[in-house]
């Protein structure tokens, strides 16, 4: 008897799905009706694919896949769109996310509306105004997404342009790259800042001509002001955050989401959300190893407690590239503002402190996670992670590297060489190439941002991210921007770092499996691997490239189940539609419903 792969799978799926065999039991699900990308190169495309308690357990054609098929299985009819499997998160912040979901949208186009500082003021004036029972509950206004490089005046707001908002009320605008933000003096004054008041360690207090504090804040200045402002918040307020974080996810495709650099307390957070059933996705958290050692060794775990679980350890050791606070090895090109003579960016933490968290972590067995943008930053965790394989061997703790925006070309060969994974940022090609183009780094080496081209030429394989907040989680932007790398201006930055519409989608979906040890369950569709797919409305692997990010996630399906899908006749038009999942209205309520938990509490 010839054998099928669809024939072949049944046998697979008899021996892994229990009483799926001799009595041969029916689906719950069969998916059929357009074309299924499998993500799988043993077998790349599919007419069906069956669902047995949240497991996959047949792939192939119709015929096959119909022997499945009972009086109680549903038919999923995709009339046309496109299944693949759920997107895997390679880096992101879920709960940080739901800050994104639920502030004001200080974004530029084609996300927000903001072009200048008038603009921004008027939007925290509108937000504050619609949300105004919310912001005299808690005291706080925030706006999120602001980006210098997009207005007008070509530099950060002060305080004083926030206080002509209110002098009453604190108010914390956060940099688009969540790595720098601006407070007025109410805000401030809560955090105790004054003309007398130093640099922290890793952060920087800017300061007007007149040695006054402006108002803007840089990495560790920024995030000691954030953390007491929404502090405020209470534990409610950040089940709010978590939950609206996760739900944004699933709207854009993604079945499995990271919570990067967590703390303690976010993890509780999306604890409690799923203990509640409103997790509709899995989250793996990363808590910072400078400052959450004991819950890291209490928590660690390759297994879900739900749809949560600690995979690890998080590193940060330098800033923003657009922000000019990433660690470089060379002078900024061109960087606008008042930065001295051959400034390079700088360090967040020490090179002792990056080689004391790569050892701890590599002693007991930890994946950890390191946000390294500048060139001075990558040879930092290059020399920690060579110490550690010297010390402890060959990795099997799968150490990965976040960003690597300004990597250089042999230092593509060190990560390969050390078998560290790249989680790349090819958005930023988009959002940012034509600042790193004209300012950061200067139209030669702009080229070369996110090596995706680079990492393929020697057969590595790399996640394709996000970082939201810092950018919408949108699945079909970065498959876009790492495929065409065009720029807001239309330049495409680097033709030589674009790669195929399969490696992409291989960088949303298995290779991020992979890096969070869970290739054997997720990232493709496959017999025995759990049901998480999303629907498109077209296959990324048929139209023009230059349309993929106007493709349209219809629906999320996790475990077999629908956790998000699209209204009837939704399309995607701007992102700042999204920006209250489903809505200014929907993210008002939610945000009503968690001020009057917090006021209750």
């Not at 950061?440 to 702009?446: E, L």
């Not at 941002?449 to 020697?458: F, M």
């Not at 674009?498 to 949303?508: G, H």
């Amino acid at each position: 008897m010839r054998m099928t792969v669809g024939s072949a799978a049944l046998l697979l799926a008899a021996a892994l799905v229990p009483g799926l065999g001799a009595a041969q039991e029916s689906a719950d699900t069969i998916y059929s009706g357009g074309p299924i990308l499998t993500i799988d190169d043993a077998n790349p495309s599919a007419e069906a694919v069956a669902v047995l308690d949240g497991k996959i357990v047949a792939v192939g054609s119709m015929e096959e896949v119909s022997a499945l098929k009972g009086e109680a299985t549903q038919m999923f009819e995709l009339g046309g769109r496109a299944m693949l499997p759920g997107f895997v998160d390679s880096h992101g912040h879920v709960v940080l996310g739901g800050i994104q979901a639920l502030s004001a949208n200080m974004l530029a186009p084609p996300d927000g509306d903001v072009t200048d500082i008038a603009s921004l003021q008027q939007g925290l004036r509108d937000w504050a105004e619609k949300n105004r029972e919310a912001v005299e509950a808690v005291n706080l206004i925030v706006g999120f997404g602001y980006d210098n490089a997009q207005l007008a005046e070509l530099r950060h707001p002060t305080r004083d342009d926030l206080d002509a908002v209110s002098t009453e009320v604190p108010i914390m605008i956060i940099h688009q790259s969540g790595h720098l933000g601006v407070a007025n003096s109410k805000a401030l004054e809560i955090a105790g800042i004054t003309e007398a008041s130093e640099n922290p360690p890793g952060g920087v207090i800017r300061r007007g001509e007149d040695g006054r504090p402006n108002g803007v804040l840089e990495e560790y200045a920024f995030f000691r002001t954030l953390v007491p402002l929404l502090g405020q918040l209470g534990p409610e307020g950040f089940k709010t955050f978590a939950k609206a974080g996760a739900e944004m996810w699933a709207r854009f495709g993604y079945t499995t989401g990271q919570e990067g650099r967590s703390s303690a307390g976010n993890v509780e957070a999306l604890r409690a959300v799923d203990a509640a059933g409103e997790l509709p996705i899995d989250v793996v958290a990363f808590p910072d190893v400078l400052e959450a050692r004991d819950f890291i060794e209490a928590n660690f775990s390759q297994d879900y407690d739900g749809h949560v679980r600690v995979g690890g350890c998080k590193l940060t050791i330098d800033g923003s590239p657009q922000g000019f606070t990433a660690l470089r090895d060379r002078p900024y090109y061109d960087p606008v503002g008042d930065y001295p003579p051959g400034y390079k960016g700088y360090a967040a933490i020490t090179e002792e402190q990056v080689a004391d968290a790569v050892d701890w972590c590599f002693d007991h067995d930890y994946q950890i996670l390191t946000h390294a943008n500048g060139e001075g930053a990558s040879d930092m965790l290059i020399a920690a992670i060579g110490a550690a394989e010297e010390k402890y061997g060959a990795p099997t703790n799968r150490p990965v590297l976040v960003h690597g925006q300004f990597l250089r070309e042999d230092q593509v060969d060190s990560i390969q060489k050390l078998g560290i994974f790249p989680s790349l940022f090819p958005m930023h090609t988009y959002y940012w190439g034509d600042w790193h183009r004209d300012h950061t780094v200067g139209p030669v080496n702009a080229d070369n941002i996110s090596p995706t081209g680079w990492v393929r030429q020697r057969g590595m394989m790399f996640g394709s991210h996000h970082d939201a907040p810092v950018a919408f989680p949108d699945s079909m932007r970065i498959l876009s921007a790492t495929v065409t790398r065009r720029t807001r201006s239309g330049d495409i930055l680097g033709p030589s770092q674009r790669v195929s519409v399969m490696d992409a989608l291989k960088a949303l979906t298995i290779w991020p499996a992979w890096q969070h040890f869970e290739e054997d369950s997720k990232g493709s569709i496959e017999v025995g691997k759990r049901a998480d797919f999303v629907i498109l409305s077209d296959d990324p692997m048929a139209v023009d490239p230059e349309t993929l990010a106007e493709i349209d996630v219809l629906a999320t399906i996790k475990d077999g189940a629908v956790v998000y899908e699209a209204a009837e006749g939704e399309q995607k038009t701007e992102l700042r539609d999204r920006t209250f999942l489903g809505g200014p209205e929907m993210g008002h309520e939610i945000l009503h419903a968690m001020y009057e938990a917090m006021s209750e509490g």
